[in-house]
């Protein structure tokens, strides 16, 4: 029988609340505690996980859409054994998918499928199109929060879209670059209460990650905190993220997540298309 694969989507409304630090971290907390982890760069337009990473792509997602390579041809190496898909950045092709391109983008994944436990999609800021069809295909969605009230009003806008216009109703939620526990607490039932006011869903705390002197600094060397200061707070607040994500619940479906997540991603798809055609 096939392994069921886990998709988790990492998003956060707005730009620049660590949405990629996040994503790279648990990718590399994950593969720690022994699993196999691809990393699907899914910001069409600022790639940037290469990037943040110090590693040089020379064949991306654009180059598996023309049909010219596979995405074994293209995947990085990584810390921790991780393999990174990388985007082709500022590529205005890859920010409008077509159904069909998303459809083949995701199909070339069956080809990997038996090399892979989890697949962790860092999708680009905001709630374009190709976002929320990316969230509301994967199983669980990482909504990553700063304590900012602008960070608070677009994960709002992005849970309240998710939920209205697909039925998403379960987020975990990460609070992200504050100075502690408390503070993350307090952020988390901020956005929670908000929510509950408003909204028919289920926010699930998933952990703080304190911003520190380490992280700041792991960043500027292109080198994930959790192996450059392992005894740092934001390493150990982001190991400790892996670890509960590693005992999340699995998707059901004996064959894998993956061919639910094309058939989630093609629906989504469909509705953003009937959307466009009815305006």
Request: glycine share 8%; hydrophobic share 45%; proline share 3%.
């Amino acid at each position: 029988m096939t392994r069921a694969i886990q998709v988790i989507a990492v998003s956060g409304g707005k730009g620049g609340v660590g949405k990629t630090n996040v994503a790279i971290n648990l990718s590399v907390g994950l593969a720690e505690l022994g699993s196999r982890v691809v990393l699907l760069d899914a910001d069409f337009s600022l790639a940037n996980v290469d990037v943040l990473l110090g590693l040089k792509a020379s064949d991306t997602i654009e180059q598996v859409l023309d049909g010219s390579c596979s995405l074994q041809d293209i995947m990085l190496t990584g810390p921790a054994g991780i393999k990174i898909i990388p985007a082709s950045s500022g590529t205005r092709r890859l920010s409008m998918l077509s159904s069909l391109e998303h459809a083949g983008l995701i199909r070339a994944f069956s080809d990997i499928s038996n090399q892979l436990d989890v697949l962790v999609v860092d999708t680009a800021a905001g709630i374009s199109d190709s976002v929320v069809n990316f969230l509301s295909a994967a199983h669980e969605v990482l909504m990553v929060v700063c304590n900012e009230p602008s960070s608070i009003t677009d994960a709002y806008a992005l849970i309240k879209l998710l939920n209205r216009d697909f039925g998403r109703s379960r987020f975990r939620i990460v609070a992200n670059m504050v100075a502690d526990e408390h503070e993350g607490r307090q952020l988390f039932d901020s956005l929670s209460a908000v929510c509950g006011r408003f909204l028919d869903v289920a926010l699930i705390y998933a952990g703080t990650v304190p911003f520190d002197t380490a992280l700041r600094e792991s960043v500027r060397q292109q080198v994930p905190v959790i192996t450059a200061a392992p005894s740092s707070g934001s390493a150990r607040a982001l190991r400790e993220l892996a670890k509960h994500a590693h005992t999340w619940p699995l998707p059901a479906k004996s064959q894998g997540h993956l061919v639910f997540f094309v058939e989630r991603l093609l629906a989504s798809n469909r509705i953003s298309a009937g959307e466009v055609a009815d305006n």
